[in-house]
């Protein structure tokens, strides 16, 4: 008796967790955002940019709203491979648009970003360029080497010659840069876009053009959204005269032709 | 008692008690809802792959920073939670209710708000920290001190809690009783008062072990991540996820495996089998 009721318990556990499973395959399939929400998986240092971005999309379009995930590119990545609800993919690299190629439509890229020494404010350890992060009374955090600013980095201080130890290693740009204008840290490299986001706690130290890597972002659909047209709509606003206007106020660069 | 209440116990206690179908539905699924996810992490699981996943040397020295940091998170909370138990426990004094929720408090705090908390006291700007920096010259975020005591402030609160249970439950004649033979306070602690309390103490520091293990957001907010110095086994999950996603099960499975066996090593506590 007591076996039949558990059985049939357990049925219909089964059967609930289906039907709610079931749910949503009506009717397209799909796993993104319901028509009118627009779903934006963008790296963290477009925080700024995007966000203003995504106002004057709701704006023009009917007041779809626009909904934004900031992160690591990489992790991003990772998010979609794992069928996160994502209607647009911007990553701050061709590297992690490449690991979701399956899954999304053809990237195309729409900004350059320079990468930047930030400090605190006023500079207080007079930090002039790459071969003073290798100074050992200096504590440099980066960002992880599986966060393209992190990456970049890398290639930046390895073409440099310039062996720097870091005391962290972030998983995305913008904790690199909240680092530094807590004061934990002396000096960090994240993109020029950062460091002017930053505010008025840290300030930029240039590295030199030819020490440096511009950072390609492209953009591109998920190829599982249901709302591709608002999504095509999305990375035609990034891409017009008017969204490369937004991104360079933001001190972002026309993208890179290489 | 009525004879109905009676007949429903006396069935409980022999097992002919059913539980009813409209507890029973949501029961399933609960336990459904919880096994679910293990499943999926030991059904994609690389096993044949496991021992190459985890000999990595970045595995590797996540794990020993693992154990080295959780075990000085318990050093740290055994030297001082357990005499702030023992005066929370026996000694009235104004405030003991707010102290006794100051030190709950980061059971339930979110833990990325305890790393930014640790980080505006323990930092190098912060209200200790500065200090620390200027008179010691020490600093310690991104360091892996600053781990251990993300670690302990976290963790800290279930050892102090269990073991205050532990000693307000305790029968304190016996303490009476060695005070009358001629015992010392200090004595009497060492020899009777911790001997009775000690199975509360170990389930106190195997909680607080594991949580200390599994401390994810307070250490990554104050100490950073660096491989070999703060990187412990929950960040490098978190990490290798981004890119590596067999690396990421594979430690996840050891986490899974060391929790189990805590739980296994408290079961008599949890799910005695009277």
Known sequence: ???????????????????????????????SASPGELRVFAAASLTAAFGKLGEQFTAANGGTKVTFNFAGSQALATQIQQGAPADVFASADTTNMDKVKDLVGAPQVFAGNLLQIVVEKGN?????????????????????????????????????GASVQPVSQEDNVKAVVTK???????AGIVYATDVTAGGDKVEGVDIPRE????????????????????AQAFVDLVRSAEGQGVLQSFGFLPPPTS | MTAAVRRRRADASSGRNRAPVLFVVPAVVAVGFLAVPLVGLLGRTPWTSMATELATPRVLEALRLSLVCSLGAVGISLLLGVPLAFVLARFEFPGRNLVRALTTLPMVLPPVVGGVALLL?????????QWLDRALGITLPFTTTGAILAEAFVAMPFLVITTEAGLRAMDRRFEDAAATL??????????????LVAPSLGAGAALCWARALGEFGATITFAGNLPGVTQTMPLAVYLALETDLDAAIALSLVLLAISLAVLVALRDRWFPTA
Not at chain 1, 9 to 28: Q, R, T, Y
């Open chain 1, 1 to 31: 008796m007591l076996r039949t009721r558990i059985r049939l318990a357990a049925m219909l556990a089964v059967a609930l967790v289906l039907a709610a499973c079931g749910g949503d395959d009506e009717p397209s399939g799909g796993t």
């Open chain 1, 124 to 160: 207080p350890k007079g930090v002039k360029g790459l071969d003073d992060l290798a100074s050992s009374d200096l504590k440099v955090v980066l960002a992880a080497e599986e966060v393209p600013a992190g990456r970049y980095a890398k290639q930046i201080l390895d073409q440099a």
């Open chain 1, 180 to 186: 530094v204008s807590l004061g934990e840290a002396d």
């Open chain 1, 211 to 230: 020490q440096n890597v511009v950072a390609a972002y492209p953009i591109a659909t998920v190829e599982a959204s249901r709302t591709q047209d608002q």
């Open chain 2, 121 to 129: 006291a323990f930092g190098r700007r912060g209200l200790a920290g």
């Open chain 2, 182 to 195: 001629g015992a010392g306070r200090w004595t009497t602690f060492r020899r009777v008062t911790l001997p």
